[in-house]
């Protein structure tokens, strides 16, 4: 080979390993800003939450506070989700006291909690957190346009709402999903008791 052939070879590969650079970093990019959901599942809650996930710029997230059995003083756990690039980081926090007298976002707050868990994980993969007598799965999955896992979609969904004056608007935080049709669309500030769990809508 020439040495004009060997200079060519060389431009050229270098060209090609910068534009592979380029294509991968606009791909990391592109998965930067995806949105995922997760489904929880407890030793008392068989039927999965699916929550979706909120971006980290994001002030309305949704978080769920679920109830547990043979937990002792915990009652209850709740996991405020967030994502982290691609991946979904989540903070699972045990629970202790009267979940019916707190309503609120604020109320649920001030009952007594401590962190039992932080994990991050990826879509498709479950991660299991096991306290004292329960145990909570975590399972991240794709943003779903229908939130509500209905098995038969011919049905349509059960719209459950906050307020009879305010119709939850699904910008605020998104809509939670139970089996069998049912959509919860906290307003900002807001708890709903649905029948996987309560679901809380933060921001101001």
Same mark, same amino acid.
């Given at each position: 080979?020439?040495?004009s052939?060997?200079?060519?070879?060389?431009?050229?590969?270098?060209?090609?390993?910068?534009?592979?650079?380029?294509?991968?970093?606009?791909?990391?990019?592109?998965?930067t800003?995806?949105?995922?959901?997760?489904?929880?599942?407890?030793n008392?809650?068989?039927?999965?939450?699916?929550?979706?996930?909120?971006?980290?710029?994001?002030?309305?997230?949704?978080?769920?506070?679920?109830?547990?059995?043979?937990?002792?003083?915990?009652?209850?756990?709740?996991?405020?989700?967030?994502?982290?690039?691609?991946?979904?980081?989540?903070?699972?926090?045990?629970?202790?006291?009267?979940?019916?007298?707190?309503?609120?976002c #604020?109320?649920?707050?001030?009952?007594?909690?401590?962190?039992? #868990?932080?994990?991050?994980?990826?879509?498709?993969?479950?991660?299991?957190?096991?306290?004292e007598?329960?145990?909570?799965?975590i399972?991240v999955?794709?943003?779903?346009?229908?939130?509500?896992?209905?098995?038969?979609?011919?049905?349509?969904a059960s719209?459950?709402?906050?307020?009879?004056?305010?119709?939850?608007?699904?910008?605020?935080?998104?809509?939670?999903?139970?089996?069998?049709?049912?959509?919860?669309?906290?307003n900002?500030?807001?708890?709903?008791?649905?029948?996987?769990?309560?679901?809380?809508?933060?921001?101001?």
């Amino acid at each position: 080979m020439t040495k004009s052939g060997r200079t060519n070879l060389i431009v050229l590969t270098s060209v090609l390993v910068v534009t592979l650079a380029a294509i991968g970093f606009h791909g990391t990019n592109a998965q930067t800003n995806e949105q995922l959901g997760i489904e929880i599942t407890t030793n008392t809650a068989t039927d999965p939450l699916y929550l979706p996930v909120a971006l980290s710029t994001q002030k309305n997230r949704l978080y769920a506070t679920i109830p547990v059995q043979n937990g002792g003083e915990v009652s209850a756990i709740r996991i405020v989700p967030v994502m982290k690039g691609s991946r979904v980081k989540f903070d699972v926090y045990a629970v202790s006291g009267d979940l019916s007298k707190a309503q609120s976002c #604020a109320d649920r707050l001030l009952l007594p909690s401590k962190l039992a #868990a932080s994990h991050t994980g990826g879509k498709y993969q479950t991660i299991t957190v096991n306290g004292e007598g329960w145990w909570a799965n975590i399972r991240v999955v794709e943003k779903r346009a229908d939130p509500t896992l209905s098995k038969n979609p011919a049905n349509g969904a059960s719209f459950v709402k906050t307020s009879a004056q305010v119709e939850p608007v699904a910008g605020d935080c998104g809509c939670a999903g139970c089996a069998g049709g049912i959509r919860c669309c906290p307003n900002k500030g807001d708890c709903m008791q649905c029948p996987c769990g309560t679901v809380c809508c933060t921001g101001s």
